[in-house]
């Protein structure tokens, strides 16, 4: 089985920073891709960060410029740092890792239970 745990999030006013991490544990062999969904009241879950396991980066169109992901494969680990968040990043934030179990597996993906972070204004 695998586990991920993320950090708490927290609360903070409009403009203001947060930093999110996220351990993945457990029957590993490989990570693949590891990242961040969000999702708000009444929203759809999306996409806000996303790392390979070279280290290539994807952002949602509204996190360019604000956040930066960053893992650190030794430690099954990836990190969301949060900058001039607004009122509009509220939600709850998801991590995200595609596993493999075993060298012959294919990967399968596992989500953590999600962490809460408010932005006021």
């Known amino acids: 089985q695998v586990h991920l745990v993320e950090s708490a999030g927290g609360f903070v006013q409009a403009g203001g920073s947060l930093r999110v991490s996220c351990v993945a544990s457990?029957?590993?062999?490989?990570?693949?891709?590891m990242g961040w969904y969000r999702q708000a009241p009444g929203k759809q879950r999306e996409m806000v960060a996303l790392t390979a396991s070279n280290g290539d980066t994807n952002y949602g169109d509204s996190m360019k410029g604000r956040f930066t992901i960053s893992r650190d494969n030794a430690k099954n680990t990836v990190v969301l740092q949060m900058n001039n968040l607004s009122t509009e990043d509220t939600a709850v934030y998801y991590c995200?890792?595609?596993?493999?179990?075993?060298?012959?597996?294919?990967?399968?993906?596992?989500w953590g239970r999600g962490t809460q972070v408010t932005v006021s204004s």
């Open positions: 995200f890792c595609n596993v493999r179990q075993r060298a012959t597996d294919n990967f399968t993906g596992y």
């Open positions: 457990g029957s590993i062999a490989s990570i693949g891709t």
